[in-house]
């Protein structure tokens, strides 16, 4: 039995580590059923199959987002877990306000990659992330949560990085669990 009835299989899409993927299945578990990495080899892919997860490679070129949607049938919710490619169209649409999103920063400043570096660069004091409902736009969908972390005066790009990821882990299970009490439970 899931936790949550109007939500029952979850897909995680990334291309890194997979600390994020991590973080939602110490919460979700069994709810969260693939996972499709465009990178062979990626620490996420791991990290599925270590705990049962079916995981699987989708290589980046013509027609990935249709190739990854083909994969999604039977899924609920997706969340992007340091996915590195755009979604577009037909995934968009089949999808609506149901892809999720964990960004770096506090949106709208500093979207797109690397943006621990661009505050950075920028002199700002803080910087943090924030999860988003996915559009068409690089970074701009519909905020749901977001987490301030401080600029502390010896920050690397490094350190920094590592406690906004910090910051991630504890806001994204907790977003999709805002998301997922928004969405219609089966009677």
């Not at 770096?104 to 505050?119: D, N, V, Y």
């Not at 803080?126 to 970074?139: K, L």
């Not at 999709?176 to 928004?182: E, Y």
Request: with cysteine; net charge negative; aromatic share 6%.
């Amino acid at each position: 039995m899931t936790i949550f009835s109007a939500v029952k299989r979850i897909a995680v899409l990334g291309s890194g580590n997979g600390s994020n993927f991590e973080a939602l299945h110490s919460e979700f578990g069994d709810q969260i059923c693939l996972v499709i990495s465009d990178r062979p080899g990626s620490g996420i892919l791991k990290k599925a199959e270590a705990v049962g997860v079916s995981a699987i490679t989708e290589k980046s070129g013509p027609e990935l987002n249709a190739r990854i949607l083909a994969r999604l049938q039977d899924i609920d919710l997706v969340c992007l877990a340091g996915f590195m490619r755009m979604v577009k169209e037909p995934f968009l649409s089949a999808f609506e306000k149901r892809i999720l999103n964990i960004h770096p920063s506090l949106l709208p400043r500093f979207p797109g990659q690397e943006a621990w570096k661009q505050a950075l660069d920028a002199g700002e004091d803080e910087t943090g992330c924030t999860v988003h409902f996915v559009d068409a736009g690089i970074d701009t969908g519909e905020m749901i949560l977001q987490e301030r972390v401080p600029i502390l005066e010896n920050d690397t790009a490094e350190s920094l990085h590592r406690r906004i990821q910090q910051a991630e882990h504890r806001i994204y299970p907790e977003a999709l669990r805002r998301v997922i009490a928004t969405l219609p439970h089966e009677s």
